[in-house]
C-alpha cells in the first residue's frame, strides 16, 4: 500500500512543472489576452505555429479575410485553392462559363458536361433542348415520340387526335369513337339510347324507362305498386311494398 500512494505522489511532482510552465507561458508578440477567460489568442492575420504567432501568407490570386478563424485568406473570383497554399486560375472549357462563386465552372445551354469538357448537344430531326437539369437533353416534338436516338412521327388513326401525354396512349379517339385493336372504331347507339361520354362500358347508355340487354334497349315492364328508380333504368317497389318473383307485393 505504501509503495502504491509512493508511486502516485512521484507521478503528481512529475506532472505539477509541466503544468505551470502550461499556465505561465508568456504571451508572444502579435497576440493578445482573451476577450473572455485566461489565456492569449494571436492577432488578426496571425496564426499559433508551436507557441509563436507567425503572420499568414496570403498567396498570389487571393486576399486576406481579417477573420480569426479558418486559413485568414480566400482565391479571388476565377481562382480556386490548391494544395492548401496556392489559388490557381478556374480554366474554362469552351462551351462553359464562369459559376458565380468564381470557383468552378459549367456548360452552356446546348452542352452537356463531359469530364473537364462541354460538348455540344447533337439533336436528331423533330427535336429540341430539354430544360430538365436530369434524364435526356432533348425532347420531341408534338406529333413526334422518342425512339432511341430518333424522333419518329406518331401514327395517328382516323377520327383521333393527338392527347399531348408524356405517358401511355399519344392518342385519343374523337367523341363517338372507342379504340378497338389501335383504331377507332364508332360507337354503335341503340334505339332508345344515347352517347355516353365514359371512358368505360358500352359507350352508351339506355333512356329513361328502358333497360340495357345486350346490345339493344328493351322497355321496362313496371309492375303495379312499382315505379321507375332514379336511374330510370330499373323499377322499385313503392313505399310499404316489396319486391317478390317480379312483383311489388304488401309488406306484412
Known amino acids: 500500500m505504501a509503495l502504491f500512494v509512493g508511486s502516485i505522489t512521484a507521478v503528481l511532482l512529475f506532472a505539477l512543472p509541466t503544468f505551470a510552465q502550461t499556465a505561465d507561458q508568456p504571451m508572444p508578440e502579435n497576440a493578445s489576452a482573451k476577450s473572455y477567460g485566461d489565456g492569449w489568442e494571436c492577432n488578426i492575420g496571425f496564426r499559433l505555429n508551436e507557441n509563436a504567432c507567425v503572420a499568414i501568407i496570403v498567396p498570389q490570386n487571393a486576399y486576406d479575410t481579417n477573420r480569426s478563424y479558418g486559413s485568414g485568406w480566400e482565391c479571388l473570383h476565377g481562382f480556386r485553392r490548391a494544395d492548401e497554399t496556392a489559388c490557381v486560375a478556374v480554366e474554362v472549357p469552351e462551351g462553359g462559363f464562369l459559376d458565380p ?88 347507339i341503340p334505339a332508345n339510347a344515347y352517347f355516353d361520354d365514359a371512358t368505360y362500358g358500352t359507350g352508351w347508355k339506355c333512356e329513361r324507362g328502358y333497360e340495357a340487354s345486350g346490345e339493344t334497349c328493351e322497355l321496362i315492364d313496371v309492375p303495379e305498386n312499382a315505379h321507375l328508380g332514379r336511374s330510370g333504368n330499373r323499377w322499385e317497389c313503392d313505399k310499404n311494398f316489396q319486391k317478390s318473383k317480379g312483383l311489388c307485393v304488401l309488406n306484412n
Open 101 to 188: 462563386s468564381g470557383e468552378r465552372w459549367r456548360c452552356l445551354r446546348g452542352f452537356i458536361k463531359v469530364d473537364d469538357t462541354c460538348q455540344e448537344i447533337v439533336l436528331p430531326a423533330n427535336a429540341y433542348l430539354a430544360d430538365a437539369s436530369y434524364g435526356s437533353t432533348w425532347t420531341c416534338e408534338r406529333g413526334f415520340e422518342e425512339t432511341g436516338d430518333l424522333c419518329t412521327a406518331i401514327a395517328v388513326p382516323a377520327n383521333a387526335y393527338l392527347n399531348g401525354s408524356g405517358y401511355g396512349q399519344p392518342w385519343t379517339c374523337e367523341r363517338g369513337f372507342f379504340e378497338q385493336d389501335g383504331l377507332c372504331a364508332a360507337v354503335a
